[in-house]
């Protein structure tokens, strides 16, 4: 069971993933991370009062830092969705287990062992074979935005597992994260401007936080009751659905070269969570 909370939350990803690239011709990404982060706060808050769970925290440092990471993360990924496409943008943002393992090596004192070293080259070499021959000119801010994202996200993750050893819930971390992330999407939506939508928009930024949110739980659930291991790399699934909605609904045909460097990333983020496991 906790395998199929894993895919449900992988292809609810990939429906909100569906959900900004149709809104990011009309809204800018700071509109769209508001509705992200605005939906999911509020889905928190009430499953925060279903539990009886108390959002105030101690750890407020820790929270700030795992938020501001998180929502710098979210605000590279969705800009990197309206500019590429779905497949390469959500493949770039699952590059994060390889700046994971960097940044465990350089400032947590963790070895750099063979393996993880091979894998971590593994991944470098797909990114550069899916970014060379697929984008043109014009795409490159998307692809560093959408490399970024992976990048920072990594200090996300890193901040999730140090407020688990400090025993903060879930539904704490991400209200912290969602609330963060709602802050920022508002100041950068004043600043671009202010869109008002007409009600299939609605629908669609609606969309974007719902299938966000119900990703979040579902995942969370998987870890939860599941081997972590499993867990972690069922989660390139979404690449996948990812791709065929891509493929569905604008006809993003990848080149074999793109599949090799989608099948190196996730290779290499799978290799990376088996070695640091058995370092473990």
Not at 1 to 30: H, N, Y
Not at 242 to 264: K, Q, T, V, Y
């Amino acid at each position: 069971m906790p395998a199929i909370w894993m895919i449900v939350s992988c292809f609810l990803f990939a429906c909100m993933g569906v959900c900004v690239k149709l809104s990011s011709g009309s809204f800018s990404t700071g509109e769209i991370v508001f509705y992200r982060g605005a939906v999911s706060m509020l889905m928190m808050v009430a499953l925060a009062a279903l539990q009886g769970q108390r959002l105030t925290t101690p750890h407020w440092r820790m929270h700030l830092s795992r938020s501001l990471s998180g929502s710098l993360a979210l605000c590279c990924y969705f800009f990197a969705i309206g500019l590429l496409p779905l497949a390469t943008a959500v493949t770039l943002n699952y590059t994060s287990p390889i700046f994971v393992a960097l940044l465990l090596a350089a400032f947590f004192g963790e070895r750099l062992r063979w393996p993880v070293l091979v894998a971590v080259l593994v991944g470098f070499a797909g990114v550069v074979i899916l970014l060379r021959p697929t984008l043109q000119p014009a795409q490159w801010l998307g692809a560093a935005a959408g490399l970024g994202s992976g990048a920072v996200a990594s200090l996300a993750y890193i901040s999730v597992r140090e407020l688990g050893r400090v025993g903060e819930p879930e539904v704490r971390t991400v209200f912290w994260f969602s609330l963060t992330t709602t802050l920022i999407g508002l100041g950068w939506a004043l600043a671009s401007g202010v869109h008002r939508p007409d009600g299939m928009q609605l629908l669609t930024l609606l969309g974007v936080g719902v299938f966000g949110g119900l990703a979040q739980l579902a995942m969370t659930r998987s870890y939860r009751f599941g081997r972590t291991v499993v867990s972690a790399n069922l989660s390139y699934a979404t690449v996948v659905f990812a791709s065929l909605f891509g493929m569905l609904f604008w006809g993003e045909l990848m080149p074999p070269s793109s599949w090799l460097a989608i099948a190196l990333i996730i290779s290499s983020a799978i290799l990376i969570s088996f070695a640091t496991r058995k370092a473990r």
